[in-house]
C-alpha cells in the first residue's frame, strides 16, 4: 500500500515561515548568479550553498537538514544532520541550493535554488540514490497512474481522464541512455515527450502547471530530488510514485543507514513527505515555471514560488533586491 493520504492529524507549520522561506531560496539563487555561463559547477554549487546555510542560520528555527548536500564527510556544509538556524521551531529541511548545477554553469534553462521544511521526522531519509518516479497534476482519481503500469497504459489512462487523446498528452522524461526503452514505450502510446538535460524537482513541478503543457513526469532521477519535488506536491495537490534504484551494495547500505529497510518498497506521496510542509523555489536561470535572477540597473530581481501544504496556498514572489543590501 502506498499512502496517498496523511498519516494523522498533523500540526500546521507556523504560517509566517512561509514567507521566512523565500529568504533562503533568494539568498541561493541570488548567489549562484554570478556563477551563470562560468562553466565551473563546483564555484556555483558552493556559492548557493554558503548563502542558504547563512540565510537558515538567521531563521528562528532549530532546523536538522534531512536532506542535504551529502553525508557529514563529503560535504562541509549544508550535510546531512547538520542543525541549522537560531533556536526555536523544531523543523527537518530538504535542502538543494542549486538544483542544475549543470545549467547554471552552461547559462541553460531551469536551474533551481529549492528547499522544503516539514515537521521534524516526516520526510523520507532518501538516500542519494536514484529513484524511479512518475508524477502528474492535480484534479484526477487516486490511483489513476501506477509506477508498475506500462508507461503506454498511464499515458492512456490519463488521457482518458483529461478527456483528450493519448497523442495530445505530454510526458516529461530526463534525457538519459538509460530512458531509451522508456522513451520508445512512450512514443508508441501515441504521446510527445519533453526531454530535458537536468532538473527534475522543476520536472515534476510542471505537471501541476498548465501552462507548461506537461501532462506527466516518467522516468529516474535523484532520490533526494524525489523528496523535494514531492513536498512541492504536496502543496500543489497532483500525485507521484517513487522507489529507490540501486546500482551497488555500497548504495544499499547507505539507505539502510538511512533507516530504509525494504528497499523495494514504492512510496506514495504521503510516503515521501508526511507531514505538513512549506516549500520554496526561486529561479537561477530563466525556465518554464519561475524567471531567473537578473540585475536590473541598480537592483537585482528574482522570482519565487511559496507554498504550503497546510492551506494549499501558492505565492508567487517577485522580489527587487538592493544590490549589496
Ligand atoms: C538527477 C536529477 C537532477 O541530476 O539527480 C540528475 O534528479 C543526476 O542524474 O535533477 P544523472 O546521474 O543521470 O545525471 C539532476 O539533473 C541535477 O541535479
Known amino acids: ?13 507556523d504560517r ?5 522561506a523565500v529568504r533562503v531560496t533568494e539568498a541561493a539563487a541570488i548567489a549562484a548568479y554570478a556563477q551563470i555561463g562560468r562553466g565551473n559547477e563546483h564555484d556555483a554549487d558552493r556559492a548557493a550553498v554558503e548563502a542558504m546555510r547563512l540565510a ?9 537538514v534531512v536532506i542535504g548536500e551529502g553525508e557529514r564527510d563529503e560535504a562541509p556544509m549544508l550535510f546531512i544532520g547538520e542543525k ?4 526555536g521551531l523544531s523543523v527537518d529541511i530538504a535542502l538543494d541550493p542549486l538544483e542544475g548545477t549543470t545549467l547554471t554553469a552552461k547559462a541553460m534553462a531551469n536551474a533551481l535554488a529549492v528547499m522544503a521544511m516539514a515537521e521534524p521526522g516526516t520526510m523520507l ?12 497534476g492535480p484534479g484526477f482519481e487516486e490511483g489513476l497512474i501506477d509506477l508498475d503500469a506500462e508507461p503506454g ?24 541512455p538509460r530512458h531509451e526503452a ?11 515527450v519533453k526531454l530535458i538535460t537536468d532538473g527534475d524537482v522543476a520536472g515534476v513541478i510542471e505537471t501541476t502547471d498548465p501552462a507548461t503543457n506537461v501532462d506527466i513526469y516518467l522516468g529516474t532521477g535523484g532520490a533526494p530530488e524525489g523528496v523535494l519535488a514531492a513536498a512541492a506536491l504536496r502543496c500543489v495537490g497532483g500525485q507521484m510514485q517513487g522507489r529507490l534504484v540501486f546500482r551497488n551494495d555500497d548504495e544499499r547500505a547507505r539507505a539502510a543507514k538511512w533507516g530504509v529497510k525494504d528497499l523495494t518498497r514504492k512510496y506514495g506521496l504521503y510516503d515521501l513527505v508526511a507531514g505538513d510542509v512549506v516549500f520554496s523555489a526561486t529561479g537561477v536561470t530563466d525556465g518554464a515555471m519561475l524567471r531567473g535572477v537578473h540585475r536590473v540597473g541598480e537592483f537585482i530581481t528574482t522570482e519565487s514560488v511559496v507554498m504550503r501544504s497546510a492551506t494549499g ?13
Open 1 to 13: 500500500m502506498t499512502l496517498t493520504r496523511p498519516p494523522a492529524h498533523v500540526k500546521p507549520l
Open 16 to 20: 509566517a515561515f512561509a514567507l521566512e
Open 56 to 64: 537558515f542560520n538567521a531563521l528562528p528555527i532549530q532546523g536538522t
Open 84 to 87: 541549522v538556524g537560531q533556536g
Open 125 to 136: 531519509n532518501a538516500p542519494d540514490t536514484y529513484m524511479d518516479k512518475i508524477a502528474i
Open 153 to 176: 497504459d498511464n499515458i492512456n489512462a490519463l488521457a482518458k481522464a483529461k478527456n483528450c487523446r493519448a497523442d495530445e498528452i505530454t510526458a516529461l522524461v530526463m534525457d538519459r
Open 182 to 192: 522508456l522513451i520508445a514505450k512512450i512514443r508508441k502510446s501515441g504521446a510527445k
Open 313 to 325: 496556498t501558492v505565492r508567487w514572489i517577485r522580489t527587487r533586491h538592493c544590490r549589496g543590501a
